[in-house]
């Protein structure tokens, strides 16, 4: 009975010469285990391989698992010599290839990692044991390793040493010390060129795969050897890393040099994924000069483009960086505002007060693009500025807009952006329509010939002799992508000459990360499963008994160069320092893993929120975490609240009178879609299904009756408002009867206002809502306006006033219901003619904004006031309100009584004979007024348009 088993390497077992197989890989697992540890009890096995089970069900599954692996044998393999103990058979003879590596350690005998792919899944602690040994049998062949070498050191086996280097280097691929003792063993020799390789491997490693420089002590020994060597040899680092790209580099810095003459052109760096594109912003950046530019940079990822604003976020740090340095001083709205949208820029800035927040939540993107632009407007006095992304490709529709806005408005300033050659007709679609005429350029970067492969290879490795016969294969393998050249000579260093395919890529990559100890894996495992940089708080939460052992291993990590620290004032995080290895890692979980690591991502972000307007960063994060980890219901819930952050559709004439979010159009229907789609394939509970169908419904009929398709939208609110009946659920009532009365207010249909306002009025009694008794009052006035029962309307009003200033005394943040009830009052005695008292309560309406920095709503009060000053003969200063009143419908995209001040604007054109300007405002005014429905504003129009007649 001879059994032969190979561990090292893909696993093999054979039974007297004929291959044993298993039924399933975790019994196959399980005597693995048993091959290494000889005995063990039954209550450790089962906490092994089914700790998720219960103990009936987990005994069960491990006497089918050992019946399963004693059938696979025509003998008894295993024993139970008592009954709570399992143990290997000693009369069967085992030749193991770990128990001869255990008991005499040899080079020979290790041919590849410890039970090397192999994998078990949802099997967490078996993967741990595993994972351990591994390590701890790579350790101690590296250490053989290391003694031959120190046995060569009087050099006389010069091959020996060659070939013990070269795994010892690929073991440890960024040890900086390491590399140094075998460039001087080398150099001792005589052997310059092999000395350099080593250099050449060492900093291709640490600038290609890890985006950083070697120590001092390196590059200084590097100058030594080239020193020595007898040709004198001037390679110089640059010459050696920067190749074949010289034309398109001279090409960008010239346009630099032009930017203080206004005559430059911004530059897209074209070009397909791995022909060097980031190579090249890393090596203008590392040629400018700190003391004549300003460097702003950033990159965009595949999941920005689905979210709004997130490249600019980083980058926003990196401006108030640059703000503090040039001693600049911006407004305080302005950090206010910025710090608001892009919660990077300055995360020690004093919480907001209620005021600001107030002011804030009133605006939208615009005001955030304004202050941005005014800060690099500021500093690009001092010194000019280069903003460099690089995948600008992958850039949300937001972010690009205040790119191309800052780029139209501000002189002294240039773009140097990467994007991949297959959107280079997208993105120059996109340019020719933002940007300046000519003040752009695409320069592609194309795959090398083969003599630039040539010229590339040999500066990349002097070493290396390229006859015609390996130039030829080596081109036709890489097609000249440096990428592919670059891992294609590390193969050949290997002496392999197979294809470069995924198998080979996942080798190079493992033998950055083999010599790693549990923990250090454990980390890089949950680290790759992060879509943003890890939180160093997350670590110590997940490793919370451990918490001494994450700080040396983080620091371990850092020091082989496989992660980076980044801090700020509040909090540290970590991210790869090569983005390849990240993927390679993430892609080598199995799939119980990721699902597992991602939910608790996404656990942990979710107890960071705050229900604070901050929190719609952490919802993109959140989202992606859940989809990952097929989490469907927490996708819905974050996807509907993502959206509901985003739309700011309340369709009162005054909807930031409510708690409201900033939004500038957004593809809406896509996130239908989308959630359409989740609620489709979701199966829960009934009640919980029509709980995400209920807020789904809201958000619809909002959007829909926000843009006119009111057929669309009041049906989904009828629905909402029927549910929240059901449910006597008082906010939702609420909501939904806003809704209603918005609609009710924009058709003039009275019938159905005064109908919603007494059922506001039922419930809000019941309820003793003073706040909403306030605007149940301005509502009612409102509708009294509707009646032309005047004197009602300012009884109505004035108790709405009373109301609401009697709450400000208590909280300050119902200036605008205030300044709503104002216009209203204004609106009535516009009505009755009485256009100077109009005048004075559209200014006090006007002005109660304005002190308050409050700015959206303005275009309403700036109609009324432009309006009354027509009618009272006062045109010159009406036209000056009636421009402002558009200005303000353009900055913040709203339709809502835009067809009133467009008609006005046609009258005042046709005064002052501009007939161009006339038909443009009426054509305008038409528009919108068709798209509202607004009774009002559809009479006004055709009243313009009959006085042509």
Not at 96 to 118: A, G, W
Not at 604 to 614: A, D, V, W
Not at 738 to 743: G, L, R, S, V
């Amino acid at each position: 009975m001879n059994v032969h088993v190979e561990l090292f390497g893909y696993p093999s077992v054979t039974s007297n010469g004929k291959p044993v197989v298993f039924p399933y890989k975790k019994a196959e697992a399980l005597f693995y285990y048993l091959l290494i540890v000889k005995k063990t009890s039954r209550e450790n096995l089962t906490s092994i391989f089914w700790s998720d089970f219960n103990d009936q069900s987990a005994k069960k599954n491990l006497r089918d698992a050992l019946y399963k692996v004693k059938k696979a044998f025509d003998f008894e393999i295993l024993l139970s010599p008592q009954k709570s103990e399992v143990e290997l058979n000693p009369e069967v003879n085992f030749d193991i290839d770990i128990d001869k590596f255990v008991q005499s350690p040899s080079i020979s005998l290790y041919k590849e990692d410890f039970l090397k792919d192999f994998y078990v899944k949802d099997c967490y602690d078996f993967e741990e044991w595993m994972e351990q040994l591994r390590n701890e049998y790579r350790q101690i062949y590296i250490n053989l390793v290391r003694d031959k070498i120190n046995s060569k050191s009087d050099f006389s086996e010069i091959k020996s040493l060659e070939y013990y280097s070269a795994i010892l280097l690929k073991e440890e691929p960024y040890n900086e010390s390491l590399h140094r003792e075998m460039m001087k063993t080398f150099s001792l020799r005589g052997e310059y060129n092999k000395s350099l390789a080593i250099y050449y491997q060492l900093i291709n490693a640490l600038r290609n795969d890890l985006d950083v420089e070697p120590e001092p002590s390196t590059t200084s020994l590097f100058k030594e050897i080239i020193d020595m060597r007898s040709n004198d040899s001037k390679i110089t680092e640059d010459e050696l890393f920067f190749v074949g790209r010289e034309r398109e580099l001279k090409v960008i810095k010239h346009n630099l040099e032009r930017v203080k003459s206004s005559d430059y052109k911004s530059c897209f760096i074209s070009g397909e994924a791995g022909i060097g594109k980031t190579h090249m912003l890393n090596k203008l950046v590392q040629d400018l000069s700190k003391d004549s530019w300003i460097i702003l940079k950033g990159s965009c990822n595949e999941s920005d483009q689905h979210f709004f604003l997130q490249p600019w976020d980083y980058l926003s740090k990196q401006l108030y960086d640059a703000l503090e340095k040039e001693q600049i001083k911006i407004p305080k709205l302005w950090q206010d505002v910025i710090s608001y949208f892009f919660p990077s820029f300055n995360e020690t800035l004093i919480s907001l007060d209620i005021d600001t927040i107030e002011r804030i939540e009133s605006v939208k993107f615009q005001v955030s693009f304004d202050a941005v632009i005014g800060a690099l407007r500021m500093l690009s006095y001092k010194k000019p500025i280069v903003i460099i992304f690089d995948d600008l490709h992958w850039m949300d529709t937001y972010s690009y807009n205040l790119l191309s806005s800052l780029l139209l408005k501000l002189d002294n300033i240039i773009l140097i952006a990467s994007i991949r050659d297959s959107y280079q007709k997208e993105i120059e679609t996109k340019a020719y329509s933002t940007l300046k005429n000519n003040s752009f350029e695409f320069i592609s970067l194309n795959r090398f010939n083969k003599e630039e492969t040539r010229t590339f290879v040999e500066k990349y490795d002097p070493t290396l002799i390229l006859n015609k016969e390996m130039l030829d294969k080596l081109y036709q393998k890489t097609e000249g992508i440096i990428l592919f050249i670059i891992e294609y000579l590390h193969i050949y260093k290997e002496n392999k000459e197979n294809l470069l395919d995924s198998v080979k890529v996942e080798n190079i990559l493992r033998s950055k990360i083999c010599s790693l100890n549990t923990q250090e894996q454990k980390i890089l495992n949950i680290s790759s499963v992060f879509i943003n940089p890890i939180d160093l708080n997350f670590l110590l939460t997940y490793f919370i008994d451990n918490e001494s052992d994450v700080f040396e291993a983080l620091e371990s990590l850092q020091n082989q160069k496989l992660l980076k620290e980044i801090s700020d004032e509040d909090a540290v995080y970590y991210q790869f320092s090569h983005s390849i290895l990240k993927d390679f890692i993430y892609n080598s979980l199995s799939s119980a893993s990721k699902r597992r690591y991602n939910n608790k991502i996404a656990n942990f972000y979710e107890l960071r929120l705050k229900n604070h307007p901050r929190d719609r960063f952490l919802y993109p994060q959140i989202i992606a975490h859940f989809e990952r980890a097929k989490n469907t219901e927490k996708v819905l819930a974050y996807s509907l609240k993502n959206l509901s952050s985003y739309s700011n559709i309340n369709l009162e004439q005054f909807p930031f009178i409510h708690k409201s979010e900033f939004v500038d159009p957004i593809d809406f229907e896509s996130m239908f879609a989308n959630i359409d789609v989740l609620l489709d394939q979701i199966h829960i509970e009934a009640a919980r299904k029509k709980k995400y169908e209920m807020d789904y419904l809201y958000i619809k009929g909002k959007y829909y009756i926000r843009n006119g398709e009111y057929k669309l939208g009041l049906p989904c609110i009828d629905l909402f408002i029927k549910y929240s009946e059901e449910n006597n659920s008082y906010n939702h009532m609420l909501d939904g009867y806003h809704q209603i009365i918005y609609y009710s207010i924009q058709v003039n249909d009275l019938n159905r206002m005064n109908l919603y306002l007494n059922k506001i009025q039922k419930i809000t009694s019941q309820n003793s809502d003073v706040k909403e008794t306030g605007t149940l009052y301005r509502w009612k006035g409102l509708y009294a306006i509707r009646v032309e029962d005047y004197d009602n309307a300012v009884i109505y009003l004035q108790k709405s006033i009373e109301i609401f200033e009697n709450l400000s005394l208590l909280e300050n943040k119902y200036v605008v219901n205030i300044a709503a009830a104002y216009n209203y009052l204004g609106n009535i005695n516009k009505y009755k003619g009485e256009y100077l008292s109009a005048i004075e309560f559209y200014k006090k309406a006007i002005s109660l904004c304005e002190s308050n920095n409050i700015m959206k709503g303005l275009d309403i009060f700036y109609t009324g006031l432009g309006q009354s000053l027509y009618e009272s003969g006062q045109h010159e200063t009406a036209h000056h309100y009636i421009l402002k009143a558009l200005e303000y419908f353009n900055k913040y995209n709203n339709s809502w009584g835009r067809a009133i001040a467009e008609g006005y604007a046609a009258l005042l054109a046709r005064d002052k004979n501009d007939i161009s300007g006339f038909y443009t405002h009426l054509a305008n005014g038409e528009h919108y007024a068709n798209k509202m429905k607004n009774p009002y504003s559809l009479a006004l129009i055709q009243r313009i348009k009959d006085s042509q007649v």
